[in-house]
């Protein structure tokens, strides 16, 4: 009978480990940035990492489904700037050529969809611009 509970027992660990695994969610991934500041202008290249926080590896082929940037931060979100995809360096980190007309705090916001994940990973990055 022991025997019996012991096994028992270990189905239902490995059950519940399977069940977590199925659970997780947009939530299990961040975007961080590459460099947190940068020199303001036309045309600058800004870049984030989307990290899987559970392993801490970098997550390459997400697709980026919307972008902005603004400078919410310094309380201007009106203040928007056009954003286009380029390249990035290195398998999991994602860049964005915009504009950073004047000193200050810029607000990336965006969104990707992750293979396997059914829900879309929003992600919040905030980077300062200086002269």
Same mark, same amino acid.
Request: glycine share 6%; aromatic share 6%; proline share 7%.
């Given at each position: 009978?022991?025997?019996?509970?012991?096994?028992?027992?270990?189905?239902?660990?490995?059950?519940?480990?399977?069940?977590?695994?199925?659970?997780?969610?947009?939530?299990?991934?961040?975007?961080?940035?590459?460099?947190?500041?940068?020199?303001?202008?036309?045309?600058?290249?800004?870049?984030?990492?989307?990290?899987?926080?559970?392993?801490?590896?970098?997550?390459?082929?997400?697709?980026?489904?919307?972008?902005?940037?603004?400078?919410?931060?310094?309380?201007?979100?009106?203040?928007?700037?056009? +954003? @286009? /995809?380029?390249?990035?360096? !290195? *398998?999991? =980190?994602?860049?964005? %050529?915009?504009?950073?007309?004047?000193?200050?705090?810029?607000?990336?916001? +965006? @969104? /990707?969809?992750?293979?396997? !994940? *059914?829900? =879309?990973?929003?992600? %919040?990055?905030?980077?300062?611009?200086?002269?």
């Amino acid at each position: 009978m022991n025997k019996n509970l012991l096994l028992a027992s270990a189905f239902a660990v490995a059950m519940s480990l399977t069940n977590t695994a199925a659970i997780a969610g947009a939530t299990d991934y961040v975007f961080e940035p590459v460099a947190a500041e940068l020199k303001k202008g036309d045309d600058v290249v800004i870049a984030v990492r989307l990290l899987h926080k559970l392993t801490g590896k970098p997550v390459p082929d997400a697709v980026i489904v919307r972008t902005r940037v603004d400078m919410a931060p310094d309380n201007m979100a009106d203040m928007a700037s056009p +954003v @286009a /995809a380029v390249p990035g360096s !290195e *398998p999991g =980190t994602y860049a964005f %050529k915009t504009e950073m007309p004047m000193a200050g705090r810029y607000l990336l916001s +965006v @969104a /990707a969809k992750v293979q396997g !994940e *059914p829900e =879309t990973v929003v992600g %919040k990055v905030i980077f300062k611009a200086v002269k």
